[in-house]
């Protein structure tokens, strides 16, 4: 449990405006990708309708993290006086849990495999991704450092096996794609490695020295930048790709139906 009361005024705002920044963001995004979903092809709605329903949920849960935050302090004496209602953490881990898994399904399905391919990958990649955040659950949570350590190693072996299906496991796919969209899923797969990459370090930020105030800063701060990252801007990426390929697509039926 974090112990609130260590936070400065300061250090207490600061991380409020990082939620209330994480939840404009995503429900911005949301409302972008939706209302723009109608200028893809038919095949890509989907992942852009599953984007922006990551977006969204996210977006309700910095809501909810924002809520809780409020309610976890007084600062009306001008000071961090806990109130005693806990910041409630399983918010953030639920949304992993929904949002994560989604986000892989979304960079399969815009890759437009065969669908015993994408229902393979999609299950595989996902089960780890929910694996992954269950296990880190437990240590984010504990009072002491022991716990964080081993969750965090046990956490370590989905997320590891997810990065290699991504960089090694869809190599052959990715040289199927067409030329002008190859590039920009390539930097979707690095933007996924990168910023998913951030979480286990902001994860053990309180095992390497950090404490107190700064180190819950820190963490929520590093967590929410990560978000938007991983949501946001990937959601924006897909959205990209999915407008690229369209073209691409409706590009050559039309020069085929002008062969005809
Ligand atoms: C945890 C626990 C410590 C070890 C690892 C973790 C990985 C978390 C990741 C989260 C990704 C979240 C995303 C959210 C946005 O939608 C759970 C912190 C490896 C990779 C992408």
């Known amino acids: 449990m974090l112990d609130m009361g260590t936070l400065s005024v300061g250090q207490y705002n600061f991380v409020g405006n990082a939620f209330s920044f994480g939840l404009a963001v995503m429900a911005a995004t949301t409302i972008f990708l939706w209302l723009m979903r109608n200028e893809v092809a038919p ?65 399969i399905l815009v890759m437009k495999l065969t669908q015993s391919e994408t229902w393979r990958k999609s299950l595989t990649l996902g089960g780890a991704a929910a694996l992954m955040i269950i296990l880190g659950y437990p240590g984010e949570v504990a009072e002491s450092l022991g716990p964080r350590f081993i969750f965090w190693i046990l956490s370590m072996i989905p997320f590891l096996y997810i990065l290699y299906q991504l960089v090694i496991g869809l190599k052959d796919s990715i040289s199927k794609q067409p030329e002008n969209v190859q590039q920009l899923i390539k930097v979707a797969i690095y933007l996924v490695v990168a910023s998913w990459a951030f979480y286990p370090i902001v994860y053990l930020f309180p095992a390497i020295g950090l404490t107190g105030g700064a180190a819950v800063t820190a963490v929520e701060v590093g967590y929410t930048v990560a978000d938007i990252v991983a949501k946001a801007v990937f959601g924006l990426l897909i959205f990209m790709i999915a407008v690229r390929k369209s073209e691409h697509e409706t590009g050559k039926a039309s020069t085929a139906a002008k062969k005809s």
Do not use: C, K
């Open 43 to 107: 095949a890509y709605r989907m992942a852009i309708t599953i984007t922006g329903l990551v977006t969204a949920v996210a977006a309700y849960h910095y809501l909810q993290i924002m809520m809780s935050w409020n309610a976890a302090v007084d600062i009306s004496s001008g000071a961090v006086v806990s109130t005693g209602e806990p910041f409630n953490q399983a918010y953030r881990y639920v949304d992993w849990l929904l949002t994560v898994p989604l986000l892989l399904v979304e960079l």
